[in-house]
């Protein structure tokens, strides 16, 4: 049973550039969040896809947006990358409608530096 | 204030010791709460999930909920060197149509078990 995958898992780029990082839920989830997780941090909530849409987003700029594709995988994007953006970026899925009984479930996270 | 406030540690303790770890919060809307587990490069692991006040075990691991102090605990007994990883709290309000709300965390304790 595939647990949920991520990719690159390091990425190195420059300020100003744009990233784009990959998902792959969990077998049979369809909902997907991304975290960020700072050095020494707790993760924190960037947005969440439903249905292709975005569901729900956290505290983040516009410069942070994402897209879920019909299969559930999905991607974050974030442009004009700033140095304070360098974190351990967190993709987790859990099956939608199942409430309580579904938790999220982590991917090992893409190390994204940006110098 | 942060919402979920969580001591960093570094915890250290001597195989076998019992280990409690705990965080406070302060949205009283919190419903649902868990306790991650981190290894270095790893992403969040899930270990323990409660809904609402009261006690949970498993294994060697039991978590507490007060709501009414807005204090959440993990304990682990028979503490192993394999226990030696970052824990994370996490709680969200829940219940939204569709599935999972996003979560909240503490910054994480680190915990060194030493033999």
């Known amino acids: 049973d595939a647990g949920v995958t991520q990719s690159p898992t390091h990425l190195i780029k420059t300020r100003g550039q744009q990233v784009t990082l990959r998902c792959s839920p969990k077998?049979?989830?369809?909902?997907v969040s991304w975290y960020q997780q700072a050095l020494g941090q707790g993760p924190q909530f960037i947005f969440q896809?439903?249905?292709?849409?975005?569901?729900q987003r956290g505290n983040f700029p516009d410069r942070f947006s994402g897209h879920q594709f019909p299969n559930y995988s999905s991607e974050l994007n974030v442009n004009a990358l700033l140095l304070g953006d360098s974190a351990l970026y967190l993709c987790?899925?859990?099956?939608?409608?199942?409430?309580?009984?579904?938790?999220?479930?982590f991917g090992n996270g893409t190390r994204l530096t940006v110098t | 204030q942060k919402e979920v406030e969580q001591d960093p540690g570094p915890l250290s303790v001597p195989e076998g010791a019992i280990v409690s770890l705990n965080c406070t919060y302060s949205?009283?809307?919190?419903?649902?709460f868990m306790w991650y587990r981190q290894y270095s490069r790893k992403g969040p692991e899930l270990l323990m999930y409660?809904?609402?006040?009261g006690n949970k075990e498993d294994g060697r691991f039991t978590a507490q909920v007060d709501k009414s102090s807005k204090y959440i605990s993990l304990f682990i007994r028979d503490s192993q060197p394999s226990d030696s990883a970052t824990y994370l709290c996490?709680?969200?309000?829940?219940?939204?149509?569709?599935?999972?709300?996003?979560?909240?965390f503490g910054a994480g304790t680190r915990l060194a078990v030493h033999p």
């Open positions: 987790a899925s859990t099956l939608s409608g199942q409430g309580a009984s579904s938790p999220l479930h």
């Open positions: 077998s049979g989830h369809d909902t």
């Open positions: 896809y439903y249905e292709e849409e975005e569901r």
């Open positions: 949205n009283s809307a919190f419903q649902y």
């Open positions: 409660t809904y609402s006040s």
């Open positions: 996490a709680m969200s309000v829940g219940g939204v149509s569709g599935g999972y709300n996003k979560l909240i």
